[in-house]
Protein backbone atom coordinates (compact mmCIF):
# COMPACT_ATOMS: atom_id res chain seq x y z
CA UNK A 1 0.00 0.00 0.00
CA UNK A 2 2.88 2.46 -0.72
CA UNK A 3 0.10 5.07 -2.64
CA UNK A 4 -0.69 5.93 0.98
CA UNK A 5 2.88 6.53 2.08
CA UNK A 6 3.57 10.04 2.56
CA UNK A 7 1.04 12.97 2.79
CA UNK A 8 -3.07 12.57 2.16
CA UNK A 9 -5.29 15.59 2.26
CA UNK A 10 -9.03 15.49 4.06
CA UNK A 11 -10.73 17.94 1.20
CA UNK A 12 -13.30 20.37 2.55
CA UNK A 13 -16.63 21.23 0.89
CA UNK A 14 -16.57 24.87 -0.67
CA UNK A 15 -19.63 26.51 -0.06
CA UNK A 16 -21.14 29.73 -1.87
CA UNK A 17 -22.39 32.45 0.80
CA UNK A 18 -25.90 31.03 -0.15
CA UNK A 19 -24.01 27.68 1.08
CA UNK A 20 -24.62 25.74 -1.54
CA UNK A 21 -21.84 23.34 -2.94
CA UNK A 22 -18.99 25.55 -5.01
CA UNK A 23 -17.88 23.12 -7.52
CA UNK A 24 -15.69 25.20 -9.20
CA UNK A 25 -13.74 26.41 -6.38
CA UNK A 26 -13.78 22.81 -5.38
CA UNK A 27 -12.27 22.24 -8.78
CA UNK A 28 -9.35 24.56 -7.51
CA UNK A 29 -8.92 22.95 -4.37
CA UNK A 30 -8.40 19.14 -6.02
CA UNK A 31 -6.27 20.96 -8.54
CA UNK A 32 -4.25 22.81 -6.48
CA UNK A 33 -3.56 19.68 -4.40
CA UNK A 34 -2.38 17.62 -7.06
CA UNK A 35 0.41 19.94 -8.68
CA UNK A 36 2.15 20.76 -5.18
CA UNK A 37 2.84 17.10 -4.61
CA UNK A 38 0.10 15.55 -2.26
CA UNK A 39 -0.10 11.93 -2.30
CA UNK A 40 -3.80 11.04 -2.25
CA UNK A 41 -6.65 13.09 -1.18
CA UNK A 42 -9.78 12.00 1.06
CA UNK A 43 -13.04 12.20 -0.19
CA UNK A 44 -15.93 13.42 2.42
CA UNK A 45 -13.81 12.60 5.01
CA UNK A 46 -14.84 14.95 8.45
CA UNK A 47 -13.58 18.06 7.24
CA UNK A 48 -15.86 17.65 4.12
CA UNK A 49 -18.70 18.14 5.93
CA UNK A 50 -20.66 15.34 5.28
CA UNK A 51 -22.91 15.21 7.57
CA UNK A 52 -24.34 18.47 7.16
CA UNK A 53 -24.38 17.19 3.27
CA UNK A 54 -27.69 15.60 1.15
CA UNK A 55 -27.15 12.77 -0.18
CA UNK A 56 -27.60 13.90 -3.52
CA UNK A 57 -24.97 16.40 -2.42
CA UNK A 58 -22.47 13.84 -1.32
CA UNK A 59 -22.80 11.87 -4.76
CA UNK A 60 -22.48 15.14 -6.85
CA UNK A 61 -19.12 15.92 -4.41
CA UNK A 62 -17.91 12.34 -5.22
CA UNK A 63 -18.46 13.13 -9.02
CA UNK A 64 -16.65 16.04 -9.64
CA UNK A 65 -13.59 15.29 -7.67
CA UNK A 66 -13.34 11.85 -9.68
CA UNK A 67 -13.83 13.68 -13.00
CA UNK A 68 -11.48 16.67 -11.86
CA UNK A 69 -8.84 13.76 -10.46
CA UNK A 70 -8.76 11.55 -13.84
CA UNK A 71 -6.62 8.96 -11.99
CA UNK A 72 -4.23 11.31 -11.44
CA UNK A 73 -3.90 10.09 -7.36
CA UNK A 74 -5.66 7.63 -5.63
CA UNK A 75 -8.66 8.35 -3.79
CA UNK A 76 -9.85 7.34 -0.10
CA UNK A 77 -13.87 7.33 0.50
CA UNK A 78 -14.83 8.48 3.65
CA UNK A 79 -17.34 5.85 4.70
CA UNK A 80 -18.09 5.75 8.61
CA UNK A 81 -21.74 5.92 10.73
CA UNK A 82 -22.69 4.73 14.48
CA UNK A 83 -25.28 2.38 13.00
CA UNK A 84 -22.90 -0.45 11.61
CA UNK A 85 -25.67 -1.63 8.90
CA UNK A 86 -26.00 1.63 7.13
CA UNK A 87 -22.09 1.26 6.29
CA UNK A 88 -22.72 -2.28 5.38
CA UNK A 89 -25.66 -1.48 2.85
CA UNK A 90 -23.37 0.79 1.47
CA UNK A 91 -20.47 -0.87 1.04
CA UNK A 92 -22.84 -3.32 -0.56
CA UNK A 93 -24.80 -0.99 -3.09
CA UNK A 94 -22.57 2.19 -3.82
CA UNK A 95 -20.18 2.07 -6.78
CA UNK A 96 -17.14 2.40 -5.25
CA UNK A 97 -15.09 1.95 -8.33
CA UNK A 98 -13.17 4.98 -8.81
CA UNK A 99 -12.07 4.73 -4.80
CA UNK A 100 -8.50 2.77 -3.99
CA UNK A 101 -9.80 2.37 -0.10
CA UNK A 102 -12.32 3.46 2.78
CA UNK A 103 -11.45 5.60 5.65
CA UNK A 104 -13.76 4.37 8.52
CA UNK A 105 -14.63 6.48 11.75
CA UNK A 106 -14.55 4.26 14.67
CA UNK A 107 -18.66 4.88 15.94
CA UNK A 108 -19.27 7.34 17.84
CA UNK A 109 -21.90 9.40 20.24
CA UNK A 110 -23.15 5.30 20.86
CA UNK A 111 -19.81 4.93 23.45
CA UNK A 112 -19.45 0.60 22.45
CA UNK A 113 -16.92 -1.44 24.34
CA UNK A 114 -14.08 -2.20 22.42
CA UNK A 115 -15.64 -5.55 21.56
CA UNK A 116 -18.48 -3.72 20.28
CA UNK A 117 -16.01 -1.73 17.93
CA UNK A 118 -14.06 -4.90 16.96
CA UNK A 119 -17.68 -6.53 15.66
CA UNK A 120 -18.25 -2.76 13.79
CA UNK A 121 -14.87 -3.47 11.99
CA UNK A 122 -15.47 -6.90 11.56
CA UNK A 123 -18.70 -6.83 9.54
CA UNK A 124 -17.06 -3.52 7.57
CA UNK A 125 -14.22 -6.01 6.36
CA UNK A 126 -16.51 -8.49 5.61
CA UNK A 127 -18.41 -6.34 3.41
CA UNK A 128 -16.11 -4.48 2.17
CA UNK A 129 -14.56 -4.59 -1.45
CA UNK A 130 -11.64 -2.17 -0.83
CA UNK A 131 -9.22 -1.82 1.49
CA UNK A 132 -9.78 -0.14 5.20
CA UNK A 133 -8.15 2.72 6.96
CA UNK A 134 -9.47 2.91 10.25
CA UNK A 135 -9.78 6.32 12.08
CA UNK A 136 -9.43 6.64 15.60
CA UNK A 137 -10.06 10.40 16.71
CA UNK A 138 -12.08 9.84 20.21
CA UNK A 139 -12.20 13.92 20.66
CA UNK A 140 -14.88 14.03 18.23
CA UNK A 141 -15.92 9.99 18.70
CA UNK A 142 -16.30 9.72 22.89
CA UNK A 143 -15.03 7.00 22.70
CA UNK A 144 -11.04 5.69 22.39
CA UNK A 145 -10.30 2.59 20.08
CA UNK A 146 -7.50 1.24 22.16
CA UNK A 147 -3.88 -0.42 20.34
CA UNK A 148 -4.98 -4.09 21.72
CA UNK A 149 -8.74 -3.16 19.38
CA UNK A 150 -6.96 -1.95 16.46
CA UNK A 151 -3.84 -4.83 16.23
CA UNK A 152 -6.76 -7.48 16.99
CA UNK A 153 -8.11 -6.32 13.59
CA UNK A 154 -5.39 -5.69 11.90
CA UNK A 155 -4.28 -9.18 12.47
CA UNK A 156 -7.98 -10.40 12.07
CA UNK A 157 -8.70 -8.71 8.66
CA UNK A 158 -5.87 -8.74 5.44
CA UNK A 159 -8.44 -5.96 3.91
CA UNK A 160 -7.98 -3.43 7.42
CA UNK A 161 -4.20 -1.91 5.99
CA UNK A 162 -4.16 1.27 8.53
CA UNK A 163 -5.49 3.25 11.33
CA UNK A 164 -5.77 7.06 11.41
CA UNK A 165 -4.25 7.90 14.32
CA UNK A 166 -5.72 10.70 16.37
CA UNK A 167 -5.80 9.71 19.70
CA UNK A 168 -2.77 12.45 20.71
CA UNK A 169 -1.25 9.92 22.93
CA UNK A 170 2.56 8.93 22.20
CA UNK A 171 2.46 6.11 23.84
CA UNK A 172 -0.06 4.52 22.11
CA UNK A 173 1.44 5.21 18.63
CA UNK A 174 4.16 4.10 19.95
CA UNK A 175 2.65 0.61 21.12
CA UNK A 176 1.06 0.34 17.78
CA UNK A 177 4.43 0.84 15.47
CA UNK A 178 5.95 -0.97 17.84
CA UNK A 179 3.68 -4.50 18.06
CA UNK A 180 1.79 -3.91 14.54
CA UNK A 181 1.52 -6.51 11.92
CA UNK A 182 4.43 -6.44 8.69
CA UNK A 183 2.98 -3.60 6.02
CA UNK A 184 0.07 -2.40 8.68
CA UNK A 185 0.46 1.62 8.42
CA UNK A 186 0.14 3.97 11.04
CA UNK A 187 -1.21 7.01 9.78
CA UNK A 188 -1.43 10.61 11.63
CA UNK A 189 -4.64 12.20 12.12
CA UNK A 190 -2.93 14.78 14.02
CA UNK A 191 -0.48 17.58 12.10
CA UNK A 192 1.30 18.92 14.73
CA UNK A 193 2.69 15.67 15.54
CA UNK A 194 2.71 14.16 12.11
CA UNK A 195 6.38 14.13 11.60
CA UNK A 196 7.47 12.98 14.88
CA UNK A 197 4.99 9.64 14.00
CA UNK A 198 6.61 9.50 10.61
CA UNK A 199 10.56 9.94 11.95
CA UNK A 200 9.05 7.32 14.96
CA UNK A 201 8.18 4.87 12.03
CA UNK A 202 4.83 6.12 10.73
CA UNK A 203 3.44 6.13 7.08
CA UNK A 204 2.85 9.65 7.26
CA UNK A 205 -0.19 11.51 7.85
CA UNK A 206 -4.39 12.49 6.66
CA UNK A 207 -3.78 16.40 6.83
CA UNK A 208 -5.81 18.99 7.18
CA UNK A 209 -3.19 21.99 6.76
CA UNK A 210 -1.86 20.10 4.28
CA UNK A 211 -4.75 21.47 1.32
CA UNK A 212 -3.05 24.90 2.49
CA UNK A 213 0.71 24.29 1.93
CA UNK A 214 1.11 21.45 -0.09
CA UNK A 215 3.80 21.77 -1.11
CA UNK A 216 6.20 22.54 2.13
CA UNK A 217 4.19 20.12 3.85
CA UNK A 218 4.47 17.14 1.85
CA UNK A 219 8.21 17.92 1.45
CA UNK A 220 8.61 18.05 5.43
CA UNK A 221 6.53 14.19 5.47
CA UNK A 222 8.45 12.87 2.82
CA UNK A 223 11.48 13.97 4.05
CA UNK A 224 10.62 12.38 7.54
CA UNK A 225 10.06 9.10 5.64
CA UNK A 226 13.67 9.19 4.42
CA UNK A 227 15.12 9.95 7.99
CA UNK A 228 16.26 13.68 7.06
CA UNK A 229 15.10 14.98 10.84
CA UNK A 230 17.05 18.20 11.01
CA UNK A 231 15.97 19.28 7.39
CA UNK A 232 12.35 18.26 7.97
CA UNK A 233 12.46 19.91 11.70
CA UNK A 234 13.13 23.10 9.91
CA UNK A 235 9.68 23.34 7.59
CA UNK A 236 7.92 21.80 10.85
CA UNK A 237 8.79 25.12 12.39
CA UNK A 238 8.01 27.35 9.78
CA UNK A 239 4.87 26.00 9.24
CA UNK A 240 3.75 24.95 13.26
CA UNK A 241 1.87 28.18 13.70
CA UNK A 242 -0.43 27.91 10.65
CA UNK A 243 -1.83 24.48 12.26
CA UNK A 244 -2.17 26.06 15.92
CA UNK A 245 -4.66 28.65 13.60
CA UNK A 246 -6.41 26.60 11.81
CA UNK A 247 -7.56 24.44 15.11
CA UNK A 248 -7.94 27.72 17.22
CA UNK A 249 -11.62 27.57 16.25
CA UNK A 250 -12.29 24.40 15.27
CA UNK A 251 -12.58 22.44 11.70
CA UNK A 252 -12.88 23.07 8.59
CA UNK A 253 -13.76 26.77 10.14
CA UNK A 254 -9.77 27.30 10.26
CA UNK A 255 -9.06 25.46 7.06
CA UNK A 256 -11.52 27.57 4.96
CA UNK A 257 -10.52 30.91 6.49
CA UNK A 258 -6.87 29.97 5.29
CA UNK A 259 -7.93 28.72 1.81
CA UNK A 260 -10.05 31.78 1.70
CA UNK A 261 -6.67 34.54 1.83
CA UNK A 262 -5.02 31.70 -0.90
CA UNK A 263 -8.18 32.40 -3.23
CA UNK A 264 -9.11 29.12 -3.44
CA UNK A 265 -12.76 28.95 -1.52
CA UNK A 266 -14.77 30.82 0.13
CA UNK A 267 -14.28 30.37 4.12
CA UNK A 268 -18.42 29.60 4.17
CA UNK A 269 -19.57 26.31 6.64
CA UNK A 270 -23.14 25.03 7.03
CA UNK A 271 -24.42 24.96 10.70
CA UNK A 272 -24.14 24.24 13.32
CA UNK A 273 -20.25 25.40 12.81
CA UNK A 274 -19.58 29.09 12.30
CA UNK A 275 -17.20 30.76 10.35
CA UNK A 276 -13.98 32.01 11.73
CA UNK A 277 -14.17 34.70 13.64
CA UNK A 278 -12.51 38.28 12.32
CA UNK A 279 -9.79 37.72 14.95
CA UNK A 280 -8.84 34.44 13.38
CA UNK A 281 -9.31 35.30 9.90
CA UNK A 282 -6.78 38.41 10.40
CA UNK A 283 -4.33 36.31 12.50
CA UNK A 284 -4.35 33.47 9.52
CA UNK A 285 -4.20 36.59 7.08
CA UNK A 286 -0.74 37.55 8.67
CA UNK A 287 1.16 34.27 9.00
CA UNK A 288 0.17 33.58 5.17
CA UNK A 289 1.82 37.43 4.37
CA UNK A 290 4.91 36.70 6.35
CA UNK A 291 5.10 32.88 5.50
Not at 124 to 134: F, G, M, R, T, V
Not at 224 to 233: F, H, I, P, V
Not at 276 to 286: C, E, H, V
Request: charged residues 25%; hydrophobic residues 40%.
Amino acid sequence: MLKFRGTGVALVTPFKVDKSVDYIALERLVNFQIENGIKYLVVLGTTGEPATLSKEEQLKVQQKITSINAGRLPLVLGLGSNNTMAVVESLKTEDLSAYDAILSVSPYYNKPTQEGIYQHFKAISEASPLPIILYNVPGRTAQNMEPKTVLRLANDFENIIAVKEAAGDVQQTLELLNKRPKDFMVISGDDMIALPMTLAGGSGVISVIGQGLPADFSKMIQLGLEGKESQAYELQHKMEESIDLIFEEGNPAGIKSFLKELNICDDEVRLPLVKATDGLQQKISNFIRKY
